[in-house]
């Protein structure tokens, strides 16, 4: 069956005019004016956007003795319900383990996915397996690696480990992420405010200051230049680290920011809240920043430096927290935001002027497509891409509520936030998933989503890599020794 949208203003990373969008089955067929289906969904009044990716969740994650309580099918929900119409979430190998298993067992969690998602695959170990297995990963479509620097004893991997893994990337055409964060200074300042008797939720934030996230993004910057791949930093959320890449970038290193949501909008004031529970549901790494960080984050939005807004939804109830009462370095990071990234994020950046539409539409779709290799199939409103496709209503309002939201759990960390500006319509692959702002999101429908390697950025950075290589000065007389 045919769909058409009409009457709508299309809004893409570069332009916005006013046409209609033809669907056929799961693609967009046809973009002009005046056309014609068997069913039509009117746009009257509305911006037609690509739907939003967000490439950074963790959707039923093993972490820190639990695991995160949004699984694929409420997360997906979730996503859906605020105009995400594509999650990437991050394969964790058993310490040791493998990393093709690891890929099972994520098959196995997002059989009821309700939109489409891909896999991240972390890397939390070195070892010969894990450097064979990694060319059969990247064959099946999963073309990046994360590394935490962080989470000392856990998930953390060491210079010498992400240099290895970062120079295999290289090989493979893939990218390297990390989560950028000094993990030995971090676990010698939480023993220390632990000793001193400073264990309540605010000090999981004096653990990690800016220069603990500053130094580590300058540490994988380096280690991804010795190793000629690309990079991509995680929840950017300082100027700290926001200066470290825009400095590398300026030295025309490949490099990429992604600033949360989260840290854009909400502060380090959240954790001297007399609440604990209140100060503890806003725990995640790195933690929220002193004010003066958010102008960074949202001026390196606006000049290039940072590329896209992700959330790292990983969503714990307030019970699962409370495993931390008395010991803040037990309270499971994360926070949600799945729902409301684009409505936050059109509300403080575009309804205020910071962003443009088409930079919003650059940082919550098109650009983590194409960083992530899978542009255009999603991130474009053009003929031939994935129907994901999200009709949004510049007018519409509500007040964030956890008594009203998809996810699981029962806080939401923007409670109270009045948006402006909510997904009327959202098609997944051209099925209409929220209709007239009604969630009919349908569990089993998101597909995988198999990514490319070799994108032109890591084909660009080996060809130069390639011709500036350090190379052996060819001399025709040799000294003769001790003379
Ligand atoms: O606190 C956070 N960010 N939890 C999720 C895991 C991670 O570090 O991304
Ligand atoms: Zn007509
Ligand atoms: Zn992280
Ligand atoms: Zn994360």
Redesign the pocket.
């Known amino acids: 069956m045919s769909k058409v949208i009409k009457n709508g203003t299309i809004v893409t990373a570069d332009r916005t005019w006013k046409a209609d969008v033809l669907i056929k089955h799961d693609k967009i067929v046809g973009i002009g004016p005046d056309l014609h289906a068997d069913h039509e969904i009117d746009a009257t009044g509305c911006y037609v956007l690509p739907g939003g990716i967000d490439p950074?969740t963790?959707l039923e994650?093993p972490?820190m003795g639990t695991y995160?309580s949004d699984d694929f099918e409420s997360g997906t929900r979730a996503a859906l319900s605020g105009g995400t119409t594509m999650v990437i979430d991050?394969c964790l190998s058993q310490p040791d383990g493998s990393l093709l298993d690891a890929i099972k067992m994520w098959d196995n969690k997002s059989t009821r996915a309700c939109c489409d998602y891909s896999f991240h695959m972390a890397i939390t170990w070195w070892g010969e397996q894990v450097f064979n297995e990694m060319p059969e990963v990247v064959e099946r479509g999963i073309t990046s690696f994360k590394h935490?620097m962080?989470?000392k004893g856990a998930?953390m991997v060491n210079d010498d480990e992400m240099y290895s893994s970062f120079s295999r990337c290289a090989e493979l055409g893939a990218l390297p992420m990390v989560?950028a964060e000094n993990g030995d200074v971090v676990a010698a300042l939480q023993e220390k405010l632990l000793a001193e008797g400073n264990n309540g939720p605010e000090a999981h934030a004096y653990s990690r200051p800016p220069e603990v996230e500053g130094e580590a993004t300058n540490r994988a910057i380096m280690i991804a230049d010795a190793t000629g791949a690309p990079l991509y930093v995680?929840?950017t959320s300082c100027e700290q680290s926001h200066e470290a890449i825009r400095r590398a970038r300026q030295k025309g290193m490949r490099v990429y920011g992604e600033p949360?949501v989260q840290h854009l909008v909400l502060d380090e004031s959240e954790y001297a809240n007399a609440d604990w529970d209140h100060a503890a549901r806003r725990?995640?790494?790195?933690p929220f920043r002193d004010k003066q960080h958010q102008d960074s984050l949202w001026a390196g939005l606006s000049a290039g430096s940072l590329q896209v807004v992700a959330t790292?939804h990983?969503a714990f109830t307030t019970e699962q927290k409370r495993t931390g009462l008395g010991d803040f370095t037990k309270i499971?990071?994360?926070?949600g935001g799945l729902e409301d990234r684009l409505p936050v994020l059109w509300t403080y950046g575009v309804a205020t002027g910071r962003l443009t539409m088409n930079e919003f539409v650059a940082v919550t779709s098109t650009n983590p497509a194409k960083i992530f290799g899978m542009y255009p199939k999603k991130g474009a409103i053009t003929e031939g891409a994935d129907a994901d496709i999200v009709v949004w209503d510049p007018e519409k309002t509500k007040t964030i509520s956890a008594k009203t939201q998809q996810s699981a759990i029962d806080y939401n960390v923007f409670e109270g936030i009045k948006v402006k500006g909510l997904p009327k319509y959202v098609l997944s692959r051209g099925e209409v998933v929220v209709d007239d702002f009604q969630v009919k999101a349908k569990p089993g429908h998101g597909q995988f989503v198999a990514r490319e390697a070799r994108g032109p950025v890591s084909t660009a950075l080996s060809q130069w890599k390639e011709i500036t290589a350090p190379r052996k000065v060819e001399r025709s007389g040799i000294p003769a020794s001790g003379v």
């Open positions: 950074h963790h994650m972490f995160s991050f935490f962080a989470y998930l989560h995680v929840h949360l725990v995640m790494s790195p790292d990983c499971p990071n994360g926070t």
